[in-house]
């Protein structure tokens, strides 16, 4: 792994996320952010917020792409990561909507067995961050079994952006936001491929908490497995694992 940083709290690993992105923003203003979605990047963006205007910083021609989306809810469901991405992020940040894309724009709610619309998205997605010359720097969370995205145990780690099935221990690590009721969590998502994610120029992992511990220490000392498709991040050049203490626990 690249690098591995020790923070004391979600704050402390937020800091350094801002600090790295308004450098590469004040270099490239039209910079591309990798976005995700889950609690653990929350501190970075407010972070992030909390720099805009400072030194003449200026993300108003930034651009975003997010990780994933649920397959069938419609973008403007409270819980469809279209709403959770500008909820949190676009709205705070002031980004300009129009440049912030999330897998799914192109679905709004429709069905899986709507095969003309679901099958091209997830090329047409992956030929658009292409077309924007590539993500700069990609947050990510990990998920108790050690997915990103939505790429679960078991994913190819040259997946493109794609339809995939939720694992029933992410269904029911996210019936939280559906009223505890994991019959509500839908059952397929859209989201980057391990190979998509690992063309991003920065990648900057986020984990908080002891009941991260297991995956990071799948993720940074087990051996690189689709069992565990976070330890792709060993491959990559610029990899930066940021981590609290409990989530380190097992290092
Ligand atoms: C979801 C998202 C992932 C995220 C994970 C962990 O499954 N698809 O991108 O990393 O949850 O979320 P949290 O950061 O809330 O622990």
């Not at 973008?75 to 469809?80: A, G, N, Q, V």
């Not at 997605?125 to 679960?152: K, M, P, R, S, W």
């Amino acid at each position: 792994m690249a690098e591995i940083i020790i923070v004391r709290d979600e704050e402390e690993a937020g800091r350094l996320y801002a600090t790295c992105v308004a450098k590469l923003i004040r270099r490239k203003p039209d910079a591309v952010l990798g976005l995700a979605t889950g609690s653990s990047p929350l501190a970075a963006y407010r972070a992030l917020a909390g720099e805009i205007g400072k030194d003449g910083l200026d993300v108003s021609r930034v651009r975003g792409f997010a990780l994933d989306e649920y397959i069938g809810l419609p973008l403007d469901h409270p819980e469809s990561y279209h709403s959770t991405i500008h909820r949190t992020v676009v709205g705070p940040l002031g980004l300009d909507p129009a440049l912030v894309h999330v897998p799914g724009d192109a679905l709004d709610g429709a069905p899986l067995s709507d095969e003309a619309l679901v099958a091209p998205a997830g090329a047409a997605y992956d030929a658009a961050i292409e077309a924007a010359g590539g993500i700069d720097v990609q947050i990510l969370g990990i998920g108790t079994d050690g997915h990103v995205g939505f790429n679960e145990p078991g994913s190819s780690l040259a997946s493109g952006t794609r339809v995939k099935t939720l694992a029933e221990q992410t269904r029911l690590d996210n019936a939280r936001f559906f009223d505890d009721d994991v019959d509500k969590v839908p059952t397929h998502c859209i989201t980057q491929g391990i190979g998509t994610i690992m063309k991003a120029r920065h990648l900057v992992l986020l984990a908080f908490g002891a009941g991260k511990a297991e995956a990071i220490e799948e993720t940074v000392e087990g051996g690189v497995s689709s069992f565990c498709p976070a330890s792709a991040l060993q491959l990559h050049p610029h990899a930066t694992v940021i981590v609290d203490e409990a989530a380190a626990s097992r290092l």
